[in-house]
């Protein structure tokens, strides 16, 4: 799978465990910085970038990482065609992926430690979107969301 791999300056220690585990996984991994914890760079920056990559159709799923992860999630979502999600557990992790066909797993680098990270990526990489009609059926409702407040 492509995947895209951002943090600001308060994910950069995650940033890299990430990355390394999703390129031993196979993954073919585009990591988009930021390297440098002492420069800020700001979230929403970060997610900017990340989501062009998706959007663009160079990437397929994103790994996103800031402090709490709620910033990087509340940014993402302003672009049309992003559903990322927050998660700390492993529930969420998959279920967003299988329910809500989340594209973007958002981590708080401050609030979870790398190996429950590692686990977290695992699973959402590993998860298949269900396309159950009712999920597709929710999903079209988000875009017309979308549509109707200022999307595409």
């Known amino acids: ?3 895209v791999v951002a943090a600001d300056h308060a ?8 990355v390394a585990e999703l390129r031993r996984l196979g993954h073919a991994v585009h990591d988009i910085g930021t390297h440098d914890p002492a420069t800020a760079d700001d ?3 970060r997610a900017a970038a990340l989501c062009a990559e998706i959007v663009a159709g160079r990437a ?3 790994v996103l990482i800031c402090g709490s992860g709620i910033g990087a999630s509340v940014a993402a979502n302003k672009v049309t065609g992003i559903r990322a999600g927050l998660a700390h557990d492993s529930y969420s992790a998959h279920q967003g992926v299988e329910h809500d066909n989340m594209n973007v797993l958002c981590l708080g680098a401050r609030v979870i430690g790398p ?3 590692l686990d977290l990526v695992r699973i959402f990489v590993n998860a298949k979107f269900t396309a159950e009609e009712r999920h597709q059926r929710r999903l079209a409702k ?3 969301l979308e549509t109707r407040f200022g999307g595409r």
């Open 43 to 45: 979230y929403p920056d």
């Open 11 to 18: 994910g950069v220690p995650l940033n890299e465990v990430v």
């Open 1 to 3: 799978m492509r995947i």
């Open 60 to 62: 397929e799923r994103g």
């Open 115 to 117: 190996e429950l990270a």
């Open 142 to 144: 988000i875009a017309a």
